[in-house]
């Protein structure tokens, strides 16, 4: 039977609430057999831990560069106490949702850009300490990105984990790539103007690509509501991991391969990235 993985879920968002259980059969029904679910805040910890050991799934630990700004000071050493506390438990696969963030403007800047580059830096240190994969989030970043994960690792570094959401080069692909990360794909690929976008899909090589969703966000072409109808009155449309095998069958359209073997390599990718997975997929 073709299974997929979706490597990023945030399940435990309000739009999904108080339906998230019911949202996560629609997706197993869609031969869904796993989602990892990363935090973003030290708020929904305990939620996206709850979620992976109630629906059988997996879940990350971290704290977003979006919620830097209102992160306490003391967040760092309790993100650390709660990996500690955690570490044991087979369901928790990485730490996540962690980078940089350089498209919302006020990040850009002195003094919650050098916050959130401390904060990043200081989750990568954690992430070596407990021997856990990185999720990573590189939006308009990827570069400042790369250079921290190399301060951070050392000349002969390497790493587990997943560029989310990677909309960058080729030659920034081939960066992660050598540095041990898969590239996560989603509903971004799925419009026909994200030409750039499109053409890595299909041609880095299969074995650098994970699925994702991102839901409730990065919601498919078929799911988007344009401006103009959003203002006639049409809502936008919630993106669910149930939607990842069609968004699957596209990147595989594009590859010019069977959906069956997209699944089956991104599948056995994100095992790679994520070791923790292989033991919860098997048992």
């Known amino acids: 039977m073709t299974i997929w993985i979706d ?56 704290i977003h560069p979006l919620c830097v700004k209102q992160a306490q000071d003391d967040a760092l050493n309790r993100l650390d106490a709660a ?15 962690i980078g940089l963030d350089y498209f919302v403007p006020e990040l850009c800047v002195s003094p919650l850009r050098q916050r959130q580059e401390y904060f990043f830096l200081a989750q990568l240190k954690l992430a070596q300490q407990y021997d856990l994969p990185v999720i990573l989030h590189t939006r308009r970043s990827v570069d400042r990105v790369l250079k921290g994960l190399r301060d951070v690792a050392g000349k002969a570094g390497q790493w587990h984990g997943i560029a989310h959401a990677f909309n960058g080069s080729e030659q920034q692909a081939q960066a992660f790539m050598a540095l041990g990360f898969k590239l996560g794909f989603g509903g971004a690929l799925t419009y026909e103007r994200a030409l750039q976008l499109r053409r890595l899909a299909a041609s880095l090589p299969l074995g650098s690509i994970v699925m994702e969703t991102d839901a409730p966000d990065m919601p498919p072409h078929w799911l988007y509501k344009t401006a103009e109808q959003r203002a006639a009155g049409a809502a936008q449309s919630r993106n669910e991991p149930g939607e990842l095998p069609r968004i699957g069958a596209e990147l595989a359209a594009l590859r010019g391969i069977s959906a069956d073997e997209l699944a089956e390599a991104t599948t056995r990718n994100a095992l790679a990235a994520l070791p923790g997975l292989r033991a919860l997929l098997l048992s």
Not at 83 to 97: I, K
């Open 83 to 97: 990996l500690a506390q955690h570490r044991s438990d087979p369901r928790l696969v990485a730490v996540g949702e």
């Open 7 to 62: 490597t990023h879920c945030h399940l435990d968002a309000q739009e999904f609430w108080p339906l998230a259980l019911e949202v996560r059969a629609r997706a197993a029904i869609n031969n869904v057999a796993h989602c990892v679910l990363p935090a973003v805040e030290l708020g929904n910890f305990d939620a996206v831990r709850a979620l992976a050991h109630t629906g059988d799934d997996s879940y990350a630990l971290g």
